[in-house]
């Protein structure tokens, strides 16, 4: 199979309680296609300006992920710089720059077009709807937003999620955009608007994953020092559709396989600051989390 992801290449500024760092490397196409590329190879389409380091391009192509999608252009990098609070679900945007991404028309290559996968990440849902339309026949179609476009563009937001299979949404997201306080609730709302799944993300607690006929939830592991949690959303996404595509079969047992990968990406990538984890990260480090996720809830 093949997984396309398109969303944000970006510098991040975060603050925590406890530290802050300027203008790190993040963006969701870059948390997600990291995450995926431990179980396939990912090909990310994005923009990214004359200031991002060369050697992180480097890093994606040496972790086998496509770059032919990324274009460079002169001006700036997407910026975002978002402030957690002690509860580290909680976070404020307190800066969203869109800059080369504010006209940004991509045109796909052609092995891109063909597809099997194809995760709409964090970004501009007209952005997102764009590329969709140039993907032929695609098996499976999932994506995430941020409060942001919620805010700013609900009804093409509405409109990308009715020609999606699966909605990934953190909570805070998914009640405010369907202004409903119940979660089950929110989720019904959506998956009445056409998605056959919706993954509500807990942060560190974990996700939901809702159906029409089933429901099944992932913990989050055990972690006692969440170091930034940025990323942790587009992680889970990159684990989850990375796992499916090398798996090949969208069976309800590999969707919970791989709900619980996801969840390990996630685990993993909130222990340090950006993608500094993703760059130490093993194979055998996820499987042993894997297994230990496995006996958290077996009895
Ligand atoms: P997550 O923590 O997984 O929800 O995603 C965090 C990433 O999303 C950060 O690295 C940001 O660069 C990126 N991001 C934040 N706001 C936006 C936005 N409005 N559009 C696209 N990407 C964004």
Redesign the pocket.
């Known amino acids: 199979m093949s997984l396309v992801i398109v969303?944000?290449l970006?510098f991040?500024t975060i603050e925590t309680p406890f530290a802050r760092r300027e203008r790190v490397i993040?963006?969701?196409a870059t948390?997600c296609a990291l995450a995926a590329s431990f179980f396939t190879s990912p090909k990310i389409v994005g923009v990214v300006g004359r200031d991002f380091p060369p050697a992180i391009l480097r890093f994606f192509k040496s972790r086998r992920i496509d770059t032919q999608g990324v274009e460079i252009r002169p001006g700036k990098t997407f910026f975002?710089e978002g402030r957690y609070g002690y509860d580290p679900n909680m976070r404020e945007?307190l800066k969203?720059e869109l800059n080369v991404f504010q006209d940004f028309q991509p045109e796909l290559p052609p092995s891109y077009r063909r597809a099997n996968i194809v995760f709409l990440a964090?970004?501009d849902p007209d952005l997102q709807e764009r590329i969709l339309s140039q993907i032929q026949s695609p098996a499976l179609v999932a994506m995430d937003t941020?409060n942001?476009?919620i805010a700013h563009k609900p009804d093409p937001l509405w409109r990308v999620m009715g020609q999606v299979d699966i909605f990934f949404a953190n909570e805070e997201e998914i009640k405010m955009l369907t202004q409903e306080t119940n979660l089950i609730r929110a989720g019904k709302k959506v998956l009445a608007k056409g998605p056959r799944l919706v993954i509500v993300k807990k942060g560190e607690h974990g996700a939901l994953l809702l159906t029409r006929d089933f429901v099944f939830g992932v913990l989050g592991h055990p972690c006692e020092d969440v170091v930034d949690?940025?990323?942790?959303?587009?992680s889970f996404a990159g684990g989850f559709l990375g796992y499916l595509d090398r798996a090949g079969k969208l069976s309800r047992s590999e969707i919970r396989r791989a709900a619980v990968y996801g969840s390990v990406l996630a685990s993993f990538v909130i222990e340090d600051f950006s993608i500094e984890r993703l760059k130490t990260l093993r194979r055998k480090d996820i499987e042993e989390r894997f297994n230990e996720f496995r006996r958290l809830v077996s009895f």
Do not use: K, Q, R
């Open positions: 969303g944000s970006a991040d993040g963006g969701s948390y975002w945007t969203t964090n970004i941020i942001f476009w949690p940025t990323g942790a959303g587009d």
